[in-house]
């Protein structure tokens, strides 16, 4: 490639990265509540799973070692 080639391709690039913060710019400066509530779901609900998850293969483990006693 020859230097003119790399030129245009650089002002093509800040080109679209100035259409892309003008377009995404203003939608990024609130902050968006339904990010928050994803960001909730992805983290308490797999750790309540998971709470259960233990706390029924604890009270089975205790069930069977009553039942072979």
Known sequence: MTQAELEKIHADI??????TMKLVGPATRTPNVEARQ?????????LAFAIGLFITV????????KLLN
Do not use: H, K, Q
């Open 14 to 19: 800040v080109r679209l990265r100035a259409e």
């Open 38 to 46: 994803f960001t909730r779901e992805t983290f308490w609900y797999p």
């Open 58 to 65: 604890a009270g089975l483990t205790v069930w069977v070692t």
